[in-house]
């Protein structure tokens, strides 16, 4: 069985991703984000996803260095955002999160959303740091299905993951399908649902069947059906538990259980509508 960190898949560029990682959205620069980031590391886990716009790079970079893990066991992933795709300041915007990362590349760098008149043609300045080698994948996030059918036809390179929300309530099967049949690999920010898994009855009750936590289900519930999945906590107890997902299966009958509370859902905003 593959266990957290070395559960990798292979992007379509023939880099790999570790399928489990750490999120750190609204984790404070500083002792708070360096924190997590330390103890997720020394868990075991390999993936930390930031963004620009978290503004908590320099934490996560520090917390790396610290670790002394060498960078090419690691995984990061950080994201340019709306501003800079709307100003065309993609190039300076990179070299701002490698200058804050203090790292000389990423592993994946995210359009983090997508913007009106921008959705494809950003794509080609992406596809540019792509060919510099400062970033070892290109992807995208929360794109829906006509955002890609808008980038692919004008693309080189296609996008390795887009990365949008899934959970439960928002299982996103169309998209997720559509990823899959395009080579994207297919990532979901808030898998614990922004917290609200605790609220969901049936996530409760299988874990208490498996003798697990809820976000130990709700987790193992998105890794069966192939999702990549970056969880955020700053809790050094949350952090440990919630990658224990390796070890143990759902059956048939809870997967369905689970598969069926898909009500199109969002704890966040619809890519079709935001005002950021
Ligand atoms: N691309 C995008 O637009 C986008 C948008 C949102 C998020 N993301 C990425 O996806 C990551 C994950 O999404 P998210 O942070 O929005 O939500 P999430 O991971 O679904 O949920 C995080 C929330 O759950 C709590 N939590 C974590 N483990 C728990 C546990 N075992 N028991 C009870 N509560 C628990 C956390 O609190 P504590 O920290 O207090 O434990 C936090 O409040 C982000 O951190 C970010 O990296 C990307």
């Known amino acids: 069985m593959n266990s957290l960190g070395t559960a990798k898949i292979t992007l379509n560029n023939g880099t790999s991703m570790p399928v489990f990682g750490l999120g750190v959205f609204l984790a404070k620069d500083g002792d708070e984000t360096r924190y997590a980031v330390t103890e997720a590391l020394k868990a075991g886990y390999r993936h930390i996803d930031t963004a620009?716009?978290?503004?908590?790079?320099?934490?996560?970079?520090?917390?790396?260095r610290e670790s002394r893990i060498p960078r090419e066991d690691l995984f990061i992933t950080t994201?340019?955002?709306?501003?800079?795709?709307?100003?065309?300041?993609?190039?300076?915007?990179?070299?701002?999160?490698?200058?804050?990362?203090?790292?000389?590349?990423?592993d994946l760098y995210l359009v983090h959303w997508p913007i009106e008149n921008r959705v494809s043609s950003v794509w080609p300045e992406m596809e540019e740091l792509y060919k510099e080698g400062r970033v070892k994948a290109v992807g995208v996030s929360n794109y829906h299905i006509h955002h890609l059918n808008e980038l692919l036809p004008a693309a080189d390179i296609v996008p390795a993951v887009n990365q949008v929300e899934c959970h439960p309530y928002l299982q996103q099967r169309e998209l997720r399908s559509f990823c899959a049949e395009k080579g994207i690999v297919f990532e979901s920010w808030?898998?614990?649902?922004?917290?609200?898994?605790?609220?969901?009855?049936?996530?409760?009750?299988?874990?208490?069947?498996?003798?697990?936590?809820?976000?130990?289900?709700?987790l193992r519930w998105g890794l069966q059906n192939n999702i990549v999945l970056i969880p955020k906590s700053v809790k050094k107890d949350r952090i440990i538990?919630?990658?224990?997902?390796?070890?143990?299966?759902?059956?048939?009958?809870?997967?369905?259980?689970?598969?069926?509370?898909?009500?199109?859902q969002r704890m966040g905003p619809d890519p079709d509508n935001f005002n950021f």
């Open 52 to 64: 620009a716009v978290y503004n908590n790079e320099r934490s996560v970079g520090k917390a790396v």
């Open 79 to 106: 994201k340019l955002w709306n501003k800079d795709i709307r100003n065309h300041r993609v190039k300076e915007a990179l070299h701002r999160s490698l200058d804050n990362l203090k790292m000389d590349y990423v």
């Open 241 to 264: 538990s919630n990658a224990d997902i390796f070890s143990f299966e759902l059956s048939e009958d809870d997967m369905e259980t689970l598969n069926c509370l898909d009500r199109n």
């Open 190 to 218: 808030g898998p614990l649902m922004q917290g609200h898994f605790l609220k969901v009855r049936e996530i409760l009750d299988i874990a208490e069947k498996y003798k697990r936590t809820p976000a130990q289900i709700t």
